[in-house]
């Protein structure tokens, strides 16, 4: 599969682990697909990063593309203890709230830096990023 390919499955996929909440798809089907998603979310993302380090790209796409993996991999830290603690300590007061607002942000800065890594790239591979020529003087008369 082309890069660009998977760099815009990455967003897509980063869409579906936010719409795919396991509260919509039920208490027993949603938290295994969410937890699936979300590996395949950091899978897609670190090997998204390498395959971008190894191009002649900006480096900017690069940092971008190992952050958005760097978050891919807090966010499963993060769901992971968010769900023990839903599932074991469920009265627990703070906590439970706490980690549900971090999870949801992370997932939202995962989305916007997927989606900035597949523009920048796709405007670097079509050479939008380069400076135009001067247009041409016009005489004067």
């Known amino acids: 599969m082309p890069l660009w390919s998977r760099l815009y499955n990455a967003v897509w996929l980063a869409f579906l682990c936010c719409v795919l909440i396991p509260r919509w798809m039920g208490k027993y ?3 295994p697909v969410h937890v699936l998603l979300g590996l395949g979310m950091l899978a897609l993302t670190l090997t998204n990063a390498r395959r971008l380090a190894a191009l002649p790209c900006p480096d900017r796409l690069k940092r971008v593309s190992k952050v958005a993996a760097n978050l ?22 703070v906590v439970g709230t706490v980690l549900h607002a ?16 597949a523009t920048g790239h796709d405007m670097w591979e079509e050479r939008e990023c380069e400076a135009s020529p001067p247009p041409p003087a ?4």
């Open 72 to 93: 891919s991999g807090a966010q499963l830290v993060i769901g992971l203890a968010f769900g023990a603690v839903a599932h074991m300590w469920p009265d627990l007061p």
């Open 102 to 117: 971090m999870h949801v942000m992370v997932a939202l800065a995962i989305l916007a830096q997927c989606a900035s890594v």
């Open 29 to 31: 089907a949603g938290p």
């Open 138 to 141: 016009t005489p004067k008369q």
